[in-house]
């Protein structure tokens, strides 16, 4: 008879602006996986962090075993059961397997006090069969694949008695053995008692793995069903919900020659055989959810991801592209998926980061010549619309869609005849959203090639000429434009 | 090959590397020079390095943690200062002695890790600014207290401590190879054996996961540069000891073979790593590269003051080392995103 | 004495203790404001003044050099070595020399540092440690006297009653002031140090930057040397001992951040500044070096720690 582990009741938490999380309550059973689904921004993260004790959530309840419990700390989050696998693993690397899973609580002698090995050892073996995993408890952490990096994260957190356990995206850096060797695991621990909270983009597996789906979206729950009745269309269109609206500016695409070719590009291990080509003035999506690789095509057309083989073609010569510097040379902008530690120097003024991609510009002698600065600073801030008080402000003060565009603004400055986009209006209001589309517009009329990354679904269906939806690190599918809707993207997406 | 790879990056194999090289070191001096193959060649050797290697332990201690300490070699220099103060002026038995510089090298290094932990200032400042007060102080006493102008011990009890042989007849062990044996193997036991000692490892391999686990990092740095100072004082017991003497700039130009006798130990320096067999065989490493390179001196016309420079190069080529390291393991852990 | 921090945050705060000093001083001691320990206050200022002041650029791009002390005593050392030779060569081609082995210092650090990705800090420990003891081997740890002619007037030589290494250190100050806040480069340097990742999206040459910009460290760091020369005519392994301190010293003293970003030139001199009224009219009102030396440690610990605790209370704002 399944007990309520896990009761979250009518949490709530806003950040300024925004209501992360509205309302929402969900149940774990014990030995039950529950998988988390929903957009990016959809308040996944968020309702999980206020679970962990990463954040504090503004009202609402958290019952474990049907007792009220504080969650304000990870500390506490910990001593209650609650354990959290992340994608970015927190191992110590430099110490063994069994150090990792026993930190701070090394097993002592009762008589000299010192540490008993033997017993961590033994009962780290212990934890480790239980996931059926025969790692060594000798091995330095450091040697481990990154699945087995996952295993010690699980082993520890069982040792610590976790009866929640989260696992967000587990199987982004996974093969599709290791996936398989982690389902086994998630089946043991099911097995245990413990409740699983499953957070993943990819529906194949949650159809394999989960008992019952929870899907949010906008902050709200949406629903939650029991897997083996649902049905996966269903399940996206809850994701999804809105109308694709009149929103986004129709780009018209009078198709000229090819700007831009992508040949055979691989990087061991990441993507595999991508080609792809882009003609000027015309806008091509790249869409794949975490863990599939659009991060790293975009990054190696800019060399910052070093490529194993494959060539890079611009106007039909081929280029040789071994950095930042090199792409733009050949013409190539880029707009960074981190704008605050990729794309700004944050304690630079608005002026200052608008001209640091043309310090060459600044004149003709070695200073900078500052009226040409200032009319730098005034062309794209009227340009964009950059609603800033002066241009002296420090760009953090600046709300986010303002700091995208200032981004746009420094690489546009450089004038490139091809764009690479991650995810241009993340985190930006609908005002500065709309100025950022025409801005893209304005420049497939003046015959920019355009390669768009974004996980923003309307977005990147309704702006893009073509999408290629990216999984695990292969092209799997073309869409032109009108070809396919929200459901059949994210379908295609979650796919592998 | 790729697992070759990890283990070339993470495994503890330095060891053997740094004692294949102490062999060939000892190989080059014995072949060039008549003198170094002897046992009174070895017992000199040996008995210059007691302060070093008792300094290597401190830092080692702090560098486990993942931080710095420049200002070990001057909490050496006071309380050279003070053990000839206390003996002379306040006329101290050797233990009292022992017991007040001990303690006064745990206060200067808990000012190091009170500012560090506390106040948050970088450990390569604070102890950089430490290095400079407390060797000021140093001069200080040594200039204001007539008794010290002439820092000379010449009590034959004080002067066992550093200069006693085991056993009384045949002089087979130095005493300072027994504090070394003891402090090492002790330290041994506490790093690798007790609960506290991984606590230190733990928070040099990651001090935000550490934290997590509820382990109190504060106090971890702070036992650790309370640690090292002591052991500073003690090593610089040691070293008046010997030399019958204790000076204001004793242990001024220290530091800088510490820290390089730590780092080619295989003590890593963000933390987290590093085995005390390592260290000591680099110590002795640095000890047979000075005393063979007196030796090459009387031979050759190779002046021995090259031993400078090549623990400079030593120190670089460890470090280049370690940067090629980092940079394997970093292309082997790219991901897909 | 927070109070007194909080006041620290604009050079214009520095310079007003600077004035404060100097009246103190004038008081507490009849000589302070003679001729003669005037020029000598401002010839030690220049002497370590023309380091801290390239050692801010290389502090605000986030990196370190300790190996500047090293560096003098090599300096001083070749250039006496050379001179002292049978037929020596000429004295501007010595000193050029001279020069040049900061270059290559500066060179070696900065290729460590970039190519092979080193910590600064050790690298430059490492280098000080080595040109130390290249200063040892070459003069067998002799002193080597050198009465010259140019470097006597470089060191003791006055323009208008203006000594002339002043003059060099107002030089340098106007130039890497210029540099720094008015140039192409110095933008550059700002932008490694606040975010060197944005940097290097923004397409600037993070490695060259860098390099040159130890290279210029190893060359101010003779150049240092060769002021140390003229005013103690002798070549000596020794010199420069402890000078990396008294530079850093300074160079935070004026704002200068080891996070990176920050800093700027005339902070640095108003830090060279306040540091040599402090020594000098410490000494001369009686106070002994070895008092002077803890007082070094623990302003270096203050001015930090004030900094420190500022910006966290800016951040918590």
């Known amino acids: ?496 | 090959m790729k697992a070759w790879l990890k283990s070339l990056v993470y495994s503890d194999d330095i060891v053997g590397a740094l004692t294949i090289f102490l062999i060939i070191l000892v190989v080059f001096f014995s072949l060039m020079t008549p003198h170094f193959f002897s046992m009174n060649n070895f017992y000199s050797i040996i008995g210059n390095i007691p302060a070093m290697a008792i300094l290597c332990l401190g830092l080692t201690y702090v560098v486990l943690v993942g931080d710095l300490d420049l200002s070990l070699g001057s909490i050496l220099g006071i309380t050279a200062i003070l053990a000839v103060f206390f003996f002379k002026v306040m006329g101290f038995p050797l233990w009292l002695n022992l017991l007040s510089c001990v303690f006064i090298g745990g206060l200067f290094g808990a000012l190091n890790g009170v500012i560090v932990t506390k106040i948050g200032i970088n450990s390569i400042i604070t102890t950089l600014g430490t290095m400079a007060l407390i060797r000021g102080l140093t001069y200080w006493i040594a200039m204001d207290v007539d008794a010290m102008q002439v820092g000379r011990i010449t009590d034959p009890a004080f002067l066992n401590f550093g200069r006693y042989y085991f056993p009384e007849d045949s002089r087979l062990i130095p005493i300072t190879l027994v504090y070394i044996c003891i402090l090492y193997v002790a330290s041994y036991i506490f790093l690798n054996h007790t609960s506290f000692g991984r606590k230190i490892y733990a928070v040099g391999s990651n001090e935000a996961t550490a934290r997590l686990a509820g382990i109190n990092v504060k106090r971890v740095k702070l036992v650790c540069y309370i640690l090292a100072g002591m052991l500073s004082a003690f090593g610089g017991l040691v070293l008046v000891a010997q030399l019958g003497l204790g000076e204001a700039y004793t242990g001024q130009n220290m530091i800088l073979e510490v820290v390089t006798a730590v780092v080619l130990g295989g003590v890593l320096l963000t933390g987290g790593k590093g085995r005390l067999t390592g260290v000591i065989i680099a110590v002795l490493i640095l000890g047979v590269i000075r005393n063979g390179m007196v030796h090459l001196e009387q031979v050759t016309d190779i002046s021995f003051y090259w031993r400078d420079v090549a623990k400079g190069v030593i120190l670089l080529l460890a470090i280049g080392l370690y940067s090629v390291r980092k940079s394997f393991n970093a292309k082997r852990l790219r991901t897909r995103q | 004495m927070k109070a007194i921090g909080f006041k620290l945050n604009t050079t214009a705060s520095l310079f007003i203790f600077l004035a404060c000093l100097i009246v103190l001083f004038s008081f507490t001691s009849e000589h302070f404001l003679s001729y003669y320990n005037i020029t000598s206050l401002l010839t030690n200022i220049s002497y370590s003044g023309i380091a801290a002041i390239v050692l801010t650029l290389i502090i605000i791009s986030r990196g370190l050099d300790i190996s500047i002390g090293g560096v003098i005593g090599l300096t001083t050392v070749v250039i006496a070595t050379l001179y002292s030779q049978n037929d020596p060569l000429p004295t501007w081609l010595i000193l050029l020399i001279g020069l040049g082995v900061g270059a290559i210092v500066g060179m070696i650090n900065g290729w460590c540092i970039t190519a092979l990705d080193m910590d600064p800090i050790i690298t430059t420990l490492g280098a000080m440690a080595i040109t130390r003891g290249l200063a040892y081997v070459i003069s067998d740890s002799q002193s080597i006297l050198m009465f010259e002619d140019t470097t006597d007037y470089i060191s003791n030589g006055a323009i208008f009653f203006i000594p002339i290494p002043i003059i060099i250190f107002l030089i340098t100050a106007l130039v890497f002031s210029i540099l720094l806040h008015k140039s192409k480069f110095g933008r550059a340097v700002y932008a490694i140090g606040a975010n060197e990742i944005s940097a290097e999206f923004s397409g600037i040459s993070i490695k060259s930057k860098k390099m040159i910009l130890y290279i210029l460290s190893g060359i101010a760091a003779s150049l240092s040397g060769i002021i140390l020369i003229g005013q103690t005519s002798v070549g000596m392994p020794q010199h420069g001992l402890g000078t990396e301190l008294e530079v850093i010293t300074a160079v935070l003293l004026g704002g200068t951040a080891l996070s990176g970003g920050k800093g700027t030139i005339y902070g640095t001199v108003a830090g060279v500044l306040i540091l040599g009224v402090l020594f000098n009219g410490l000494t001369i009102s009686g106070v002994r070096y070895v008092h002077l030396q803890i007082f070094q440690g623990i302003l270096l610990l203050v001015a930090v720690a004030t900094y420190e605790i500022k910006t966290r209370n800016e951040v918590a704002r």
């Not at chain 1, 509205?22 to 679970?51: H, P, Y």
């Not at chain 1, 540490?115 to 330095?140: F, G, R, T, Y």
């Not at chain 1, 882009?278 to 975009?298: D, K, M, P, Q, T």
């Not at chain 1, 991650?422 to 090639?449: F, H, S």
């Open chain 1, 1 to 496: 008879m399944k007990s309520t582990l896990l009761k979250m009741s009518k949490v709530c938490k806003s950040y300024p602006g925004v209501k992360a999380v509205d309302d929402v309550s969900i149940d774990l059973f014990s030995g039950e996986v529950l998988g988390l689904m929903g957009e990016n921004g959809a308040g996944k993260s968020t309702l999980i962090k206020m679970l962990s004790g990463a954040e504090v959530m503004d009202s609402g309840e958290i019952f474990i075993n049907d007792l009220k419990v504080d969650v304000n700390s990870p500390k506490s989050a910990q001593k209650n059961g609650v354990s959290v696998i992340y994608q970015e693993l927190i191992t110590m690397d430099t110490l063994s397997v069994a150090e990792n899973i026993f930190v701070g609580q090394l097993p002592l002698n009762k008589t000299t006090k010192l540490v008993d090995w033997k017993a961590a050892e033994k009962k780290s073996s212990d934890v480790l069969s239980l996931l059926n995993s025969d790692i060594n408890p000798k091995s330095i952490v450091g040697t481990l694949s990154i699945y087995e990096k996952q295993i010690v994260e699980v082993a520890k957190a069982i040792h610590k008695n976790a009866k929640v356990l989260i696992m967000d995206e587990p199987t982004a850096a996974l093969s599709e053995k290791d996936s398989k060797s982690l389902f086994e695991v998630i089946d043991r621990l099911k097995n245990q008692g413990v409740g699983i909270i499953y957070i993943s983009h990819r529906l194949e597996e949650v159809f394999n793995i989960t008992d019952r789906v929870s899907v949010m979206r906008d902050g709200k729950l949406i629903g939650t069903k029991t897997t083996k009745d649902a049905d996966k269309k269903e399940i996206i269109s809850m994701m999804i919900g809105r109308e694709l609206s009149q929103f986004f500016p129709e780009i018209n695409l009078e198709k000229k020659g090819v700007a831009f070719k992508v040949l055979d590009l691989n990087i061991n291990g990441i993507i595999e055989n991508i080609n792809f080509e882009v003609h000027r003035g015309e806008i091509v999506g790249l869409f794949g959810l975490v863990g599939s690789g659009c991060l790293n095509i975009a990054r190696s057309i800019i060399g910052i991801d070093k490529i194993d083989n494959g060539e890079i073609h611009i106007n039909g010569k081929k280029v040789s592209i071994n950095g930042p510097k090199d792409s733009m040379k050949n013409k190539i902008g880029f707009i960074p998926i981190d704008r605050k530690h990729e794309g700004l120097t944050l304690d630079f003024s608005v002026k200052k980061n608008l001209s640091l991609q043309s310090l060459d510009g600044l004149g003709a002698s070695f200073i900078i010549n500052n009226s040409i600065e200032d009319s730098i600073a005034e062309k794209w801030i009227k340009k964009l619309e950059i609603k800033t008080p002066s241009v002296d402000v420090q760009v953090k003060n600046l709300s986010g869609g303002n700091q995208q565009k200032i981004v746009l603004g420094k690489t546009l400055e450089t004038n490139p005849e091809i764009l690479v986009v991650v995810e241009p209006t993340r985190g930006v209001d609908v005002g500065a959203k709309m100025d950022i589309y025409k801005m893209l517009e304005d420049l497939c009329q003046q015959g920019v090639a355009i390669i768009l990354v974004s996980t923003d679904i309307p977005e990147i269906l309704s702006i893009s000429h073509r999408v290629l939806v990216v999984s695990t690190g292969k092209i799997r599918k073309e869409f032109k434009k009108g070809e396919a809707n929200q459901q059949d993207l994210l379908y295609e997406a979650s796919l592998n």
